[in-house]
T-cell receptor
Framework: GNSVTQMEGPVTLSEEAFLTINCTYT??????LFWYVQYPGEGLQLLLK?????DKGSNKGFEATYRKETTSFHLEKGSVQVSDSAVYFC???????????FGDGTTLTVKP | DTAVSQTPKYLVTQMGNDKSIKCEQN?????MYWYKQDSKKFLKIMFS???????INETVPNRFSPKSPDKAHLNLHINSLELGDSAVYFC????????????FGQGTRLTVV
């Protein structure tokens, strides 16, 4: 079956630091890959996505590249802000599964 | 114009009670889900419905019963609530067919005392 493994948290960074949250996946089909963000007290919302190998998803300064050879989809941001403090979920979705498979989430705290 | 809305947002109840959480989506999606998020933020799928038909039921106690009166609504009824049911429950929806993102509601924080 499908699975997603993401870097354990929590992660604490100072403002303007570089962020990487690692994500690797296992899938039997040809999945699309996603990063979701959950701000405190809210539901998950899509941050970015990539639908095929070598695609790069980007949004709000965050980027992730679909690497089929390493089955990875690492999230990066060059300079984090306090407002980026949230829980980040890596996920995949494929037609056969009929559902999304989520990683365990990584809590990011950015300090001023 | 909330895309996926669920009510109530907070629910505090005693052990043994029966409660329901309602969910509605106005996106025209065919597929709806219920997820449970525990205190460590782990997200676990409970049920998935496609056009009112149950397609996924993941090892959930039969005290939990989803009901989909139409494809825009998916309600969750919980009987004989237990302390361990305390969590945040999220409703979500996605378009039918193909690998797509899910759209989430704001969550219902259930506390069983």
């Amino acid at each position: 079956g499908n699975s997603v493994t993401q870097m354990e948290g929590p992660v604490t960074l100072s403002e303007e630091a570089f962020l990487t949250i690692n994500c690797t996946y296992t899938a039997t089909g040809y999945p699309s890959l996603f990063w979701y963000v959950q701000y405190p007290g809210e539901g998950l919302q899509l941050l970015l996505k990539a639908t095929k190998a070598d695609d790069k998803g980007s949004n709000k300064g965050f980027e992730a590249t679909y690497r089929k050879e390493t089955t990875s989809f690492h999230l990066e941001k060059g300079s984090v802000q306090v407002s980026d403090s949230a829980v980040y979920f890596c996920a995949l979705s494929d037609t056969n599964a009929g559902k999304s498979t989520f990683g365990d989430g990584t809590t990011l705290t950015v300090k001023p | 114009d909330t895309a996926v809305s669920q009510t109530p947002k907070y629910l505090v109840t005693q052990m043994g009670n029966d409660k329901s959480i309602k969910c509605e989506q106005n996106l025209g999606h065919d597929t709806m889900y219920w997820y449970k998020q525990d205190s460590k933020k782990f997200l676990k799928i409970m049920f998935s419905y496609n056009n009112k038909e149950l397609i996924i039921n993941e090892t959930v106690p039969n005290r939990f019963s989803p009901k989909s009166p139409d494809k825009a609504h998916l309600n969750l009824h919980i009987n004989s609530l237990e302390l361990g049911d305390s969590a945040v429950y999220f409703c979500a929806s996605s378009p039918r067919g193909g690998p797509t993102e899910a759209f989430f509601g704001q969550g219902t924080r259930l506390t069983v005392v």
